[in-house]
């Protein structure tokens, strides 16, 4: 597992690194966006002592963020306050909005140049090395593969990046309110990320065997598009078709 990984990234970090403006635009977002979550977890307590209790008194804690509210008069109070919290709100989600347009346009590009690369290397095969691949299976390559590819740049990698970053923003407030209900709480990740961790490497080899089938099942429509009047002739179709739904249920599987 590790070793397919450091196999996988030392891939794809030359295609990354082109488009690494885009990356870090991303980032910067998250690290916006991360940053607005903690503020908006830290000021929704303040926020419902606030309603109860009413005036600057309810603030609490938001004094720490925006100390003008304590000089306010109540009255000014009752507005100002719900509308720091609408636009910290607002303020996440541009940063979402930002850093999600930066992740698919750095997804799609690392995809466009890995087709690139897939392409400029069966060009420079041989007619031999070319005729013993199936073309289904090199077709899917530019296929399912690519766009897996481009998925996990996009969705898995940013999502890593987007949700570790709130989480460390998170932690860092809830240990700040209550380090002890904190320490209490925290015990229980390791038993949440080990089932976690053996689903994910499941999953994973679950679906390299599908993407390989599929090259399989794309072959397959290649030969039997190809020799459509061969299987018309001995009148084969049945058999084909049968073939067919078997690599199909494997694949489903």
């Known amino acids: 597992m590790r070793g397919e990984l450091t196999t996988a990234l030392r891939v794809l970090v030359p295609l990354a690194r082109p488009h690494r403006a885009l990356f870090l635009a991303a980032l910067a977002c998250m690290g916006i966006l991360g940053t607005a979550t903690g503020v908006y977890a830290w000021m929704m307590g303040p ?38 919290l609408v636009g910290v709100g607002v303020l996440k989600g541009l940063a979402y909005l930002g ?9 799609q590009r690392v995809g466009a140049d890995l087709r690139r690369r897939l392409f400029e290397s069966l060009t420079a095969w041989s007619p031999l090395q070319l005729s013993q691949q199936r073309e289904g299976d090199l077709l899917a390559r530019f296929g399912a593969d690519v766009a897996s590819v481009e998925l996990a740049a996009n969705y898995a990698l940013g999502g890593w990046a987007r949700e ?89 599987r």
Do not use: C, Y
């Not at 938001?62 to 100002?80: D, S, T």
């Not at 053996?198 to 390989?212: I, K, N, Q, V, Y």
């Not at 067919?244 to 494997?250: I, M, P, V």
């Open 164 to 252: 570790g970053i709130q989480l460390l923003v998170l932690v860092a407030v809830a240990f700040a309110l209550n380090w002890k209900l904190a320490l209490a709480a925290s015990l229980a990740v390791p038993l949440a990320a080990w089932p976690a961790v053996r689903l994910t490497r499941s999953f994973l080899r679950r679906a390299r065997e599908g993407h390989a089938r599929l090259g399989t099942l794309a072959a397959q429509v290649q030969e039997g598009v190809g020799g459509v009047r061969t299987l018309q002739a001995f009148n084969a179709q049945g058999a084909e078709l049968g073939r067919f739904d078997r690599e199909a249920a494997a694949q489903l």
């Open 99 to 107: 850093q999600f347009h930066a992740m698919g346009m750095f997804g």
């Open 47 to 84: 926020a419902l002592r606030f309603l109860l209790s009413g005036g600057a008194e309810g603030l609490g804690l938001a004094a720490a963020w925006l100390p003008f509210l304590v000089h306010l008069p109540a009255e000014q109070v009752r507005w100002a306050f719900p509308l720091a």
